[in-house]
C-alpha cells in the first residue's frame, strides 16, 4: 500500500476531501520524522513506537581492497509494532 492508497482509503472511509487528507497525512509524517531527528520517541498506543536505536561502533572489512574499516557508532530509525498490532498480523495468516 503506497501513501496515495492511504489517502484514498482515508477519503473514501470519512468523505473529506483527498488534498486536506494528503495534506494531513503529509503533516502526520512530519511530525514523525521532526520527532525522531530531535531525539524524542514517538509512542502511537496500539499501534507501535517509532524510536531513535544506537549502533554500536564496529570493525568491517572492505573485501575488494582487503583493508579493515571502523563503522562509527550511530543512530538509526526503527519502529516497534504494539503487542496488540503484532497479534493481529499473526492471528490473521
Known amino acids: 500500500m503506497t501513501k496515495a492508497d ?3 482509503e482515508i477519503s473514501k472511509n470519512t468523505g473529506i476531501e483527498k488534498l ?6 503529509e503533516n502526520f509524517m512530519d511530525i514523525i520524522k521532526n520527532s525522531l531527528v530531535e531525539g524524542d520517541n514517538v509512542y502511537l ?3 507501535g513506537s517509532f524510536v531513535i536505536k ?3 561502533t564496529k570493525t568491517a572489512r572492505n573485501i575488494s581492497k582487503n583493508i579493515t574499516i571502523t563503522i562509527p557508532a550511530h543512530k538509526v530509525p526503527s519502529f516497534k509494532p504494539s503487542k496488540t498490532f503484532t497479534l493481529q498480523v499473526k ?3
Do not use: Y
Not at 20 to 25: D, E, G, L, N
Open 45 to 47: 498506543r496500539g499501534f
Open 20 to 25: 486536506i487528507v494528503q495534506k494531513t497525512v
Open 91 to 93: 492471528d490473521n495468516n
Open 54 to 56: 544506537t549502533r554500536a
Open 6 to 8: 492511504i489517502v484514498n
